[in-house]
């Protein structure tokens, strides 16, 4: 499975699920921030999974139709504990995110919208 991760994202949560077999790209690598439509359409493009901490991204596929491949939101969630998030969202829902869900992921709490 194929993910990317918003430069919001802790850096070391890319480590963490390249161990897990994961293919990630992280774009805190990348030499500058295209803004979240950019990063939307790459992921869409790639068939990646976007993970974000951003709200925005369910504004622009929600509100304005832009398409996605999926997308985790992880919200209040601290830095040490986003890679472990991701992983057990990835390995429960990984069906759902394949066919496009967004998934919005707190401690004690998700949603999904298909």
């Not at 690598?29 to 803004?35: E, F, L």
């Not at 790459?42 to 925005?56: C, F, G, M, P, S």
């Not at 991204?57 to 999926?70: R, S």
Request: glycine share 10%.
């Amino acid at each position: 499975m194929k993910i990317l991760l918003d430069t919001c994202v802790w850096g070391g949560t890319c480590k963490q699920l390249e161990l897990a077999g994961y293919d990630v790209i992280w774009t805190g690598n990348w030499h500058k921030d295209p803004g979240d439509q950019e990063i939307l359409s790459y992921a869409y493009h790639e068939k990646r999974i976007l993970v974000t901490l951003d709200k925005d991204f369910g504004e622009l596929t929600i509100l304005q139709g832009k398409p996605h491949a999926g997308i985790i939101r992880l919200v209040n969630i601290a830095s040490k504990q986003q890679g472990n998030i991701c992983l057990q969202v990835l390995k429960t829902y990984s069906k759902e995110l394949l066919s496009g869900a967004i998934i919005t992921a707190e401690l004690g709490r998700l949603r999904i919208r298909k």
